[in-house]
């Protein structure tokens, strides 16, 4: 089993603004010091209360931003030491889908043109066929190309939002909260949508979510951020089983908790 | 009705008016507005005239007509031609930012601090004074009006989720500014275009006026109002028609540029919500 992505001693600083006019404001360590590894086909779950470096370390793995200490080797390329050209010859293989369903589809844009951005970014045809057949894989009609996504649910939405991430046939799929928007039921279906994608496809998925429950149910790996910094980090079923810090048991009596009450509901 | 939808109605009727005369003028006006008479002269109101004629007995209505395409093509070229500059150095700085968008607003900060009448004064002692150099003048003042109002829409679409996606799916940052950011920034261009419409046809008129716009024979409402000073006196209605025609032409662009906005502005709020 080939290891796919390695995010290698990773730290991202914030400068703060400064308070005082003689003293400089020591910066904000969104991400500190943290390596993980993911393995082709398999699942990492990020874990961590709001401001925990999640969504920092997603962008720096996504290339939008640089960490400014560490690596992230995709395939064993260092992705930040790319060229631009190098940079997005490699796009198609790494893919995201994003918090909002409603933010992350240009409302301009038709379902179609969502879906085939990828392929034409890579100078690839937008092949129709492709497109359609991408649009079915995700539940969705091969006759939605045409339509706009005003005229989805939070759920569609999402499932185009996930058609865009897997056109090229990418093998790594970084998921930020991407179900944290839908409602419980649609969560479900959407993360059976992802586990049958990866099953068929091989994706190596990077899966963030603040929602321990979320993440025990498709995740083989776990990392437990707390302000940047790594608490606790190894197979899911071994954390959750067993956790071996104060915070990873916060996390998961809150979960715990949070699905006890929406069973009551 | 709200008086923001009244203002609005007002607006465009008076903006689908002026443009209709506008049109109409290039294929039929009553009389020939170069044609000269002297024994037309100052005719008051008359089923011939229905305007009067003025003081070289040409008929007033066909050179107001006649001059309503002047000021709305002025108006057009000008705002056009200084809108497309001032947003493709705004949609720039908003791509690139970092000293490249501190650069570029410097400019137009510069520009802003810049007096138009100034320049097209300059323009005028430089080249001769023209109708061409008054549209310069005008385009001029509009390049730092819109690449501050594009720069400002193109930073809030940079931050949405689509144009992330964009990037994750290796668009570069022209085609993400051509094929998200634009598209999506055309509303507010829409409205500040209307609005700097009625800013454009004010200056042409002003400039008109001072003897820096139109030269005869081409007719203009500011220089029909400056050819009609003198005659305050004996003839007040050649200087009060030509001032209304620009004074609806500025307030129906005004009033449908702001009702626009209006309308367009709190619904893309709720649309995000
Ligand atoms: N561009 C930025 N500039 C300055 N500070 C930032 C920036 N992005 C993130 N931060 C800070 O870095 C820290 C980590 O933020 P991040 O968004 O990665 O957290 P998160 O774990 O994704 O939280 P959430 O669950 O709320 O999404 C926060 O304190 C945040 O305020
Ligand atoms: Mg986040």
């Known amino acids: 089993m080939s290891v796919l992505l390695d995010i290698r001693g990773v730290t991202r600083r914030y400068p703060r603004p400064r308070k005082r006019l003689f003293q400089e404001e020591a910066p904000l360590v969104a991400v500190d010091n943290v390596s993980v590894q993911i393995a082709q086909g398999r699942t990492l779950g990020i874990v961590g209360e709001s401001g925990s470096g999640k969504s920092t370390l997603a962008r720096m793995v996504m290339a939008f931003e640089a960490p400014d200490a560490g690596e992230v080797l995709f395939e064993g390329k260092n992705i930040h030491a790319l060229t631009r050209r190098e940079l997005q010859a490699l796009r198609p293989e790494f893919q995201m889908i994003f918090q909002d369903p409603f933010g992350s589809l240009d409302p301009r844009r038709s379902v179609g043109w969502s879906v085939a951005q990828p392929l034409r970014a890579a100078g690839r045809t937008a092949d129709p066929a492709l497109i359609a057949r991408t649009l079915e894989q995700v539940g969705l009609r091969a006759a939605d190309v045409d339509r706009f996504p005003h005229q989805f649910s939070g759920g569609q939405r999402q499932r185009i939002a996930i058609a865009r991430a897997i056109v090229t046939r990418p093998k790594l799929l970084v998921a930020d909260e991407a179900v944290s928007a839908l409602d419980v039921s649609v969560r479900a279906q959407i993360l059976n949508l992802l586990m049958d994608l990866q099953e068929e496809m091989g994706l190596g998925i990077l899966f963030i979510s603040h929602d321990l429950a979320v993440v025990s149910s498709l995740c083989d790996d776990l990392l437990v951020l707390r302000n940047g910094v790594v608490v606790e980090q190894g197979s899911a079923a071994g954390i959750l089983n067993a956790p071996g810090h104060e915070y990873t048991h916060t996390l998961l009596t809150a979960a715990r908790l949070e699905l006890q009450g929406e069973g009551a509901a | ?273």
């Open chain 2, 1 to 273: 009705m709200t008086t923001r939808a009244i203002n609005l109605r007002i607006g465009a009727f008076l903006v689908i008016v002026l443009s209709a005369v506008a049109l109409l003028s290039l294929v039929w006006t009553p009389y020939d507005h170069t044609m000269l008479s002297v024994t037309e002269k100052f005719r008051p109101t008359s089923a011939a005239h229905w305007l009067g004629t003025d003081q070289l007995g040409r008929d007033v209505l066909s050179l107001l007509m006649a001059a309503s395409v002047n000021s709305l093509a002025v108006a057009f070229i000008a705002v056009g031609v200084g809108g497309a500059i001032g947003t493709a150095l705004g949609l720039t700085a908003s791509a690139c930012g970092g000293w490249v968008e501190t650069a570029i607003m410097r400019l137009a900060d510069l520009g802003f601090a810049f007096p138009a009448l100034l320049f097209a004064i300059m323009l005028a002692a430089a080249f001769g004074p023209s109708l061409s150099n008054a549209i310069l003048a005008i385009a001029f003042i509009n390049v730092p009006i819109f690449a501050r109002v594009a720069r400002g829409a193109a930073n809030q679409i940079w931050t949405r989720d689509y144009v992330l996606a964009g990037r994750a799916a290796g668009a570069s940052q022209f085609s993400l500014t051509v094929e998200h950011v634009l598209p999506n920034i055309s509303a507010a261009l829409i409205v500040q275009a209307t609005i700097e419409f009625a800013v454009a046809i004010l200056a042409e008129a002003a400039l008109s006026y001072l003897g820096l716009g139109a030269q005869p024979p081409m007719p203009s409402w500011g220089r029909m109002l400056n050819e009609a000073q003198t005659l305050m006196y004996l003839a007040p209605q050649l200087a009060i028609y030509p001032g209304l025609c620009i004074i609806a032409a500025v307030l129906g662009f005004g009033l449908l540029g702001d009702g626009l906005r209006d309308v367009s502005d709190p619904r893309l709020a709720r649309g995000r919500a």
